[in-house]
T-cell receptor, first 114, second 114 residues
Framework: AQSVTQLDSQVPVFEEAPVELRCNYS??????LFWYVQYPNQGLQLLLK??????LVESINGFEAEFNKSQTSFHLRKPSVHISDTAEYFC????????????FGSGTRLLVRP | DAGVIQSPRHEVTEMGQEVTLRCKPI?????LFWYRQTMMRGLELLIY????????DSGMPEDRFSAKMPNASFSTLKIQPSEPRDSAVYFC????????????FGNGTRLTVT
């Protein structure tokens, strides 16, 4: 079975500072990896995903994540955050084979302060 | 595309009453998922369908919960009888039948059982 661990429940950071949200996964088979973002009173939205190819993937709003197979990690980074990045971020994993069952981590609340 | 549509947005009911949550997935999506989100347990997958057929309902808490998908454009999640511990935000999501396809979430139904 797959599992996802997000070690930090909340990450406070000042505006324009860099941030890293950590994600580690466990799986006996190859997986796809995702980051989703949830703004207040909304559903989750896909931020970025790793399916194959380059281990560094980027989103349109400046976030990036790097797949590290040896460390089973998929940490999310942004070099300079904005107030509008304040949200909850979820790391998720699903098997590459026929299962479409997405397993989510517990989430990390990013709080950007002015 | 209107995205995944859930109704109602908020539901307040008394313990023992029947509750029905509704979901309209994105047209053309073959998979439909029901998730529950609480502070204590995070995001839990309750059940998912492929081409209107339930594939995995191992996450359904107990027999009080049931889900149906009578056609490709509609699904319901029913709780009967409801209990205060069922209070949560319930999300519906849909995706294409393609490995690595992201989930598209609705805005959720906030259920409060008093």
């Amino acid at each position: 079975a797959q599992s996802v661990t997000q070690l930090d429940s909340q990450v406070p950071v000042f505006e324009e500072a860099p941030v890293e949200l950590r994600c580690n996964y466990s799986s006996s088979v190859s997986v796809y990896l995702f980051w989703y973002v949830q703004y207040p009173n909304q559903g989750l939205q896909l931020l970025l995903k790793y399916l194959s190819g380059s281990t560094l993937v980027e989103s349109i709003n400046g976030f990036e994540a790097e797949f590290n197979k040896s460390q089973t990690s998929f940490h999310l980074r942004k070099p300079s955050v904005h107030i509008s990045d304040t949200a909850e971020y979820f790391c998720a994993v699903t098997r590459m084979d026929s299962s479409y069952k997405l397993i989510f981590g517990s989430g990390t609340r990013l709080l950007v302060r002015p | 595309d209107a995205g995944v549509i859930q109704s109602p947005r908020h539901e307040v009911t008394e313990m023992g009453q029947e509750v029905t949550l509704r979901c309209k997935p994105i047209s053309g999506h073959d998979y439909l998922f029901w998730y529950r989100q609480t502070m204590m347990r995070g995001l839990e997958l309750l059940i998912y369908f492929n081409n209107n057929v339930p594939i995995d309902d191992s996450g359904m808490p107990e027999d009080r919960f049931s889900a149906k998908m009578p056609n490709a454009s509609f699904s319901t999640l029913k709780i009967q009888p409801s209990e205060p511990r069922d209070s949560a935000v319930y999300f519906c999501a849909s995706s294409l039948d393609r490995g690595g396809s992201p989930l598209h979430f609705g805005n959720g139904t906030r259920l409060t059982v008093t």
